[in-house]
Structure formats: structure tokens, C-alpha cells
């Protein structure tokens, strides 16, 4: 089992800067690819970026050139640093970690074994 903690978010005005965590345990974060997903209100989850165990980073294309994904896996700490923040970006923010599996769809929701509890982004314009 593998536990995950989100942490980072708040209210920021746009064109604001935020850095979402995302502390894990139980498991060595090392051996899972690592997700962000969102959701707005009346909104179906969708996903904003990655990382593969390997180190290999995915992102939407709504966010790619603002938002960037890194792990420290000394830390079992997965970040988002979001830049250039706009009113759209407003979410609750879900971190999620997948099993390696033979492929990596980063994008879709079943890649993703275990999800934190979220943590809310407002951006205000």
C-alpha cells in the first residue's frame, strides 16, 4: 500500500506561482510512476502532468510551458511547480502512483493504483 499526502495549494491571484507536494509512504516512491490529475467543479478529472519511474515527464497540453514536474525519490516526495496560473487552472489537485506496467499511459486515470485526498488550487483573476 502506498499513502499519499498532497500539500501546496491555495488561493493565488493569476499569474501566480504555487508548488504542489506530494509526500508518500509505505512504499519507495521510486519503483512508480507519479501523476497529477484535476478536477474542477462540474468538471470529469483530467490530467495535467507526470513522471515515470524513469524519470520521463508528460504534460497536457493547457499547462505544458507553465507547470513543472519533478520527484525527489531520497524524499519519497513527488512536486508540481505551477507558474503563469490562470483562473482555469482552478482545481482540487490529485496525486496518484502507478505500478510499473509494460505500458505507460500517463494520461488515463487506470494507470494510477493509489490517489491522495486532494488539495485545493484557486486562482483568482
Do not use: H
Not at 2 to 24: H, I
Not at 60 to 66: E, I, P, Q, T
Not at 76 to 98: F, I, R
Amino acid at each position: 500500500q502506498v499513502q499519499l499526502v498532497e500539500s501546496g495549494g491555495g488561493l493565488v491571484q493569476a499569474g501566480g506561482s504555487l508548488r504542489l507536494s506530494c509526500a508518500a509512504s509505505g512504499r519507495t516512491l521510486s519503483n512508480y510512476n507519479m501523476g497529477w490529475l484535476r478536477q474542477a467543479p462540474g468538471k470529469e478529472r483530467e490530467f495535467v502532468s507526470a513522471i515515470s519511474w524513469s524519470g520521463d515527464s508528460y504534460y497536457a497540453d493547457s499547462v505544458k510551458g507553465r507547470f513543472t514536474i519533478s520527484r525527489d525519490n531520497a524524499r519519497n516526495t513527488v512536486y508540481l511547480q505551477m507558474s503563469s496560473l490562470k483562473p482555469e487552472d482552478t482545481a482540487v489537485y490529485y496525486c496518484a502512483a502507478g505500478q510499473k506496467r509494460f505500458v505507460f499511459t500517463p494520461g488515463r486515470p487506470e494507470a494510477y493504483d493509489y490517489w491522495g485526498q486532494g488539495t485545493q488550487v484557486t486562482v483568482s483573476s
